[in-house]
């Protein structure tokens, strides 16, 4: 297995509202399927990277990547690809707090659709994860509002249901070369050349799969990967920016703090003081 993975109870509050478990930042698996037929105590969050099983041994379903499953304590676990390797972000933690903010996905077990999710739940939980490491005494209430903002983030961007239409191997390939490619100059032409389709049905399909436009998918995962990469202190926020697909360094500076809220040096100094 290769990826980040902590394991540390904290409890947030004197009534035990809000507990931390533990997380894992794009753990990747070998091909298995992981069968917990009692769950565990407390709620289980994962998004999938790949394409990967739901369900029950007996019921067994393919899902797409990007595909965020919620089990609730007590909930059997199932899930995984037995025919190639995989990778999950995920956390686990328990308490009132957690069911309020999830709503009703906390009240049974909830597989939905997250296009775009794997840099909002990567970075939440790198935040999460550099809290522990920089400190002998995480703070409780920084982890828990860290934890919340990223349910929030799940119930606002992962709401599409199994009603939602199913996604072209095509488009989701697409969506992983955006990925991977954050430094290329893409286009709406190249993208819908690429795709096979003209600009304009191109830019209205990816929008009905996604919920966004190409280029602000892109955007997006280019500011999440630039917080992360601050974090590095080696690396320079010019060096930062042309990571990210930026040689005007008063450009991508604009655009982070529109998009992230505050502005690359400031961020830098959050991170430093975890």
């Not at 089990?71 to 009132?96: I, T």
């Not at 920016?241 to 450009?251: H, K």
């Amino acid at each position: 297995m290769k990826g980040t993975v902590l394991w540390r109870d904290l409890v947030a509050k004197a009534d035990a509202s809000f507990v931390f478990r533990g997380l894992g930042i794009r753990e990747r698996m070998p091909p298995c399927l992981v069968n917990r037929p009692a769950g565990w105590e407390g709620f289980l969050v994962m998004l999938f990277h790949a394409p990967v099983t739901l369900g029950t041994p007996d019921a067994p379903r393919a899902f797409p990547a990007e595909t965020l499953a919620i089990w609730p304590p007590g909930v059997g676990h199932y899930y995984g690809n037995d025919a190639s390797s995989w990778e999950h972000s995920w956390f686990f933690c328990a308490g009132r707090a957690v069911a309020d903010a999830l709503g009703e996905a906390a009240r049974g077990p909830s597989v939905r659709a997250w296009p775009g999710g794997s840099g909002v739940m990567t970075w939440y939980l790198q935040a999460i994860y550099d809290e522990f490491a920089a400190h002998l005494a995480p703070d409780g209430r920084i982890v828990a509002n860290f934890v919340r903002n990223v349910v929030y983030e799940i119930m606002r961007y992962g709401a599409a249901d199994e009603a939602a239409p199913r996604v072209p191997r095509r488009f989701l390939e697409l969506r992983a070369r955006l990925d991977q490619e954050l430094d290329a100059r893409h286009t709406v032409k190249s993208l819908a050349e690429h795709a096979g389709y003209s600009p304009p049905h191109f830019l209205r399909l990816f929008q009905r799969y996604f919920g966004v436009s190409p280029i602000e998918y892109l955007i997006r995962q280019r500011m999440h990967a630039a917080a992360r990469l601050l974090s590095d202190q080696n690396l320079s926020v010019t060096e930062v920016a042309a990571r990210v697909g930026y040689d005007d360094i008063y450009q991508f500076s604009r655009m982070f703090r529109r998009r992230m809220g505050a502005s690359p040096t400031a961020m830098r100094r959050r991170s430093a003081r975890r």
